[in-house]
T-cell receptor, first 111, second 113 residues
Framework: EAGVAQSPRYKIIEKRQSVAFWCNPI?????LYWYQQILGQGPKLLIQ????????DSQLPKDRFSAERLKGVDSTLKIQPAKLEDSAVYLC?????????FGPGTRLTVT | AQSVTQLGSHVSVSEGALVLLRCNYS??????LFWYVQYPNQGLQLLLK??????LVKGINGFEAEFKKSETSFHLTKPSAHMSDAAEYFC???????????FGSGTKLNVKP
């Protein structure tokens, strides 16, 4: 079975620019998570979807971050405008009964 | 709200020694419990998980963990450390309701020759 796919794997942008990340979860997984992992820290949940509805976005900086899950399958996470402190690895994960299973992540560097 | 506490951000052991990484959770209802490993510049890999049934769970690479409800703990152990075990280890909990999933802050394991 294919795993969680994420793209791009790496992205370098300047502060105040915008960026978008894409995630394709494991087929049939209803739950999708986005995490932010800053170097030296544990992953922090940004947003959780159940199908195409939001379960938890309490730690999502909504003034600059947005996320959507179209038709309950793929998801995109957007940052606009980016700040230096947004430099991190952005992890997508999905789960059904077990898991969650994580994608390889997108490493974002904001200069 | 759920929280996960990992005692010790850095643990150092000698090759061949016992590995013990501590994890405690806070919840009135025992959640599902997980351990993940992350090697440098790599993604998160599931080591083992506890959902129901036997409280001693065996995972990959010789690791195991025991769920102790009375102590609200899920410590990770390995009888004999190998150099290849050097990595960062994350404990995590998943709630029954809404499948919320939270990580601890991680423990970096260093293995000395």
């Amino acid at each position: 079975e294919a795993g969680v796919a994420q793209s791009p794997r790496y992205k370098i942008i300047e502060k105040r620019q915008s960026v978008a990340f894409w995630c394709n979860p494991i087929s049939g997984h209803a739950t999708l998570y986005w995490y932010q992992q800053i170097l030296g820290q544990g992953p922090k949940l940004l947003i959780q979807f159940q199908n195409n509805g939001v379960v938890d976005d309490s730690q999502l900086p909504k003034d600059r971050f947005s996320a959507e899950r179209l038709k309950g399958v793929d998801s995109t996470l957007k940052i606009q405008p980016a700040k230096l402190e947004d430099s991190a690895v952005y992890l997508c994960a999905s789960s059904q009964e077990g898991g969650p299973y994580f994608g390889p992540g997108t490493r974002l560097t904001v200069t | 709200a759920q929280s996960v506490t990992q005692l010790g951000s850095h643990v150092s052991v000698s090759e061949g020694a016992l590995v013990l990484l501590r994890c405690n959770y806070s919840s009135s209802v025992p959640p599902y419990l997980f351990w993940y490993v992350q090697y440098p510049n790599q993604g998160l890999q599931l080591l083992l998980k506890y959902t129901t049934g036997a409280t001693l769970v065996k995972g990959i690479n010789g690791f195991e963990a025991e769920f102790k409800k009375s102590e609200t703990s899920f410590h990770l152990t390995k009888p004999s450390a190998h150099m290849s075990d050097a990595a960062e280890y994350f404990c995590a909990v998943k709630t029954y309701n809404f499948n919320k999933f939270y990580f601890g802050s991680g423990t970096k394991l260093n293995v000395k020759p």
